[in-house]
């Protein structure tokens, strides 16, 4: 038989060292996230490679609304998501979704776009994964396309 002093009280306390090793394990826990997040860094290949794709930008007569940082932020040194998925099914399937007049559900209708559109994208793959240059091309010389920017 159990007797009322061995009934912990409900006001019983938690020990002091209980919250003491749970403080240093979320403060361990919290600077080693900091040091591991490596995040999406900018290199100097990343910049140089954001500068060429300006400049290629340029060349071709597109007008080049970003910064070298915004464009090395996003593509980074391997082309990111471009590279990554281009000359997938999907990848290509939302390509020429974006390529409609707009409009969504029954009313959705692909449109004739203009090639100086898709030249953009071209670029981005030949300066990023020239790899896939010739499967991309092959995507876009597919699409219907037509002289309608009016200059």
Request: glycine share 10%; proline share 5%.
């Amino acid at each position: 038989m159990s007797s009322v002093a061995d009934i912990p009280s409900p006001h019983h306390r938690h020990p002091t060292w209980l919250y003491v090793s749970i403080i240093v394990v979320l403060v361990a826990l919290a600077v080693w996230g900091v040091i591991a997040y490596r995040g999406h860094k900018q290199t100097q290949q990343a910049t140089a490679l954001a500068q060429q794709l300006q400049q290629s930008f340029e060349q071709a007569g597109l007008p080049v609304f970003a910064s070298t940082d915004q464009i090395s932020g996003v593509l980074g040194t391997d082309g990111g998501a471009v590279c990554t998925d281009s000359g997938k099914d999907l990848t290509d399937a939302f390509l020429k979704l974006q390529l409609s007049n707009g409009a969504g559900g029954p009313g959705q209708r692909p449109v004739l776009v203009d090639s100086e559109m898709l030249k953009g994208g071209l670029l981005i793959v030949q300066t990023y994964c020239p790899d896939k240059l010739q499967s991309y091309e092959d995507f876009v010389n597919k699409l219907k396309t037509k002289d309608v920017i009016k200059q």
